[in-house]
T-cell receptor, first 117, second 113 residues
Framework: DAGITQSPRHKVTETGTPVTLRCHQT?????MYWYRQDPGHGLRLIHY???????DKGEVSDGYSVSRSKTEDFLLTLESATSSQTSVYFC????????????????FGDGTRLSIL | QQPVQSPQAVILREGEDAVINCSSS?????VHWYRQKHGEAPVFLMI?????EQKGHEKISASFNEKKQQSSLYLTASQLSYSGTYFC??????????????FGAGTQVVVTP
């Protein structure tokens, strides 16, 4: 199994508070991704990273920011959490990015279940 | 741009077969298939490349029809362990799709004894 650790695994917090989720990998893969998963929507890309300090937005990036100061760590921050951000968040890694024809799979962490009351 | 999966759900008895389809309106480099069991992470099954290559994973196989931009996942002689939600992810051939794998909404598969 790919060495991907997400923390925390579960979190309950209140509206308006800041929240940071961490993804740590031991595979030395260059590309990392944050997804949210909600019923009926599958997996939706929030942000992704193509190297240290290199990040870009996905399809549902509003209200989220990311940082990557080291190859192995990719942080997702909700600056002021809202109830609509209650979801399961997955981190993924890959050796090459999709949309390029290199056809490398993405490997997922175990997820963080976030509830915002 | 999200690919469309069908059916949304299917219930099978052990040993029966099923087909899950994934269709895109855009030209694709490839289609990825993942399976997710309840409360767990999605697990990679296989990648189908443009050119119609067919791949297999245990008794699960898939094909990719480049002309239709559609991939089909075949569950043959289903086992209880095949239960879960199957997602397709598409690599789209557009400049604004660099770095992005687009997932379908998923197909829930339930295999009963």
């Amino acid at each position: 199994d790919a060495g991907i650790t997400q923390s925390p695994r579960h979190k309950v917090t209140e509206t308006g508070t800041p929240v940071t989720l961490r993804c740590h990998q031991t595979e030395n893969h260059r590309y990392m991704y944050w997804y949210r998963q909600d019923p009926g929507h599958g997996l939706r890309l929030i942000h992704y990273s193509y190297g240290v300090k290199d990040t870009d937005k996905g399809e549902v990036s509003d209200g989220y920011s990311v940082s990557r100061s080291k190859t192995e760590d990719f942080l997702l921050t909700l600056e002021s959490a809202t109830s609509s951000q209650t979801s399961v968040y997955f981190c993924a890694i890959s050796e090459s990015p999709p949309g390029t024809g290199y056809n490398q799979p993405q490997h997922f962490g175990d997820g963080t279940r976030l509830s915002i009351l | 741009q999200q690919p469309v999966q069908s059916p949304q759900a299917v219930i099978l008895r052990e040993g029966e077969d099923a087909v899950i389809n994934c269709s895109s309106s855009k030209a694709l480099y490839s289609v990825h298939w993942y399976r997710q069991k309840h409360g767990e992470a999605p697990v990679f099954l296989m990648i189908l490349l443009k050119g119609g290559e067919q791949k297999g994973h245990e008794k699960i196989s898939a094909s990719f029809n480049e002309k239709k931009q559609q991939s089909s996942l075949y569950l043959t002689a289903s086992q209880l362990s095949y239960s879960g939600t199957y997602f397709c992810g598409t690599e789209v051939m557009t400049t604004d799709s660099w770095g992005k794998l687009q997932f379908g909404a998923g197909t829930q598969v339930v295999v009963t004894p």
